[in-house]
T-cell receptor, first 114, second 113 residues
Framework: EAGVAQSPRYKIIEKRQSVAFWCNPISGHATLYWYQQILGQGPKLLIQFQNNGVVDDSQLPKDRFSAERLKGVDSTLKIQPAKLEDSAVYLC????????????FGPGTRLLVL | AQSVTQLGSHVSVSEGALVLLRCNYSSSVPPYLFWYVQYPNQGLQLLLKYTTGATLVKGINGFEAEFKKSETSFHLTKPSAHMSDAAEYFCAVSHTGGFKTIFGAGTRLFVKA
């Protein structure tokens, strides 16, 4: 079975620019997650979708970050405008459900903001 | 509130030696506990998880972990390290009800020849 796909793999932008990341989860997985992983730290949940509804976005900086999951399948995460501290790896994951379900991660998008 | 503490940001072992990566958690309800591994430039991959039942959990690549409620711990072990085990390891906690998963800061494992 195909894994979680993410694009692009790498992105370099200047501060105040906009950027968007795309994620296609494993087919049939109802739950989709976006994590931010800053160098030397563990992943931090930005937003969690159950089908196309938001379950948790408490740690999403809503003044600059937005995310959507169209038709409960693939998802995009946008940053506008970017700040230097947004430099990180953005990981997308999916699972059949929540709680004790295994999360399957994509390879991530490495963002560098100059 | 839930939290995860991984003791030691870096652990170095010799090939063939015991691997022990420590994880302590805080949770007000029965937890679900996970260990994930991350190889360079890759996403995270599940090693093993505890949800209910047997407290000693066996995972892939010869790893195992034991849930100890009294110690609020879920340490990861492997009897004999292999060079291919060099990676970053993350402990994580969640629980039923769809609560978000909280990850520890990670422990980077180095394996010396």
């Amino acid at each position: 079975e195909a894994g979680v796909a993410q694009s692009p793999r790498y992105k370099i932008i200047e501060k105040r620019q906009s950027v968007a990341f795309w994620c296609n989860p494993i087919s049939g997985h109802a739950t989709l997650y976006w994590y931010q992983q800053i160098l030397g730290q563990g992943p931090k949940l930005l937003i969690q979708f159950q089908n196309n509804g938001v379950v948790d976005d408490s740690q999403l900086p809503k003044d600059r970050f937005s995310a959507e999951r169209l038709k409960g399948v693939d998802s995009t995460l946008k940053i506008q405008p970017a700040k230097l501290e947004d430099s990180a790896v953005y990981l997308c994951a999916s699972s059949l459900a929540t709680g004790g379900e295994t999360q399957y991660f994509g390879p991530g998008t490495r963002l560098l903001v100059l | 509130a839930q939290s995860v503490t991984q003791l030691g940001s870096h652990v170095s072992v010799s090939e063939g030696a015991l691997v022990l990566l420590r994880c302590n958690y805080s949770s007000s309800v029965p937890p679900y506990l996970f260990w994930y591994v991350q190889y360079p430039n890759q996403g995270l991959q599940l090693l093993l998880k505890y949800t209910t039942g047997a407290t000693l959990v066996k995972g892939i690549n010869g790893f195992e972990a034991e849930f100890k409620k009294s110690e609020t711990s879920f340490h990861l072990t492997k009897p004999s390290a292999h060079m291919s085990d060099a990676a970053e390891y993350f402990c994580a906690v969640s629980h039923t009800g769809g609560f978000k998963t909280i990850f520890g800061a990670g422990t980077r494992l180095f394996v010396k020849a």
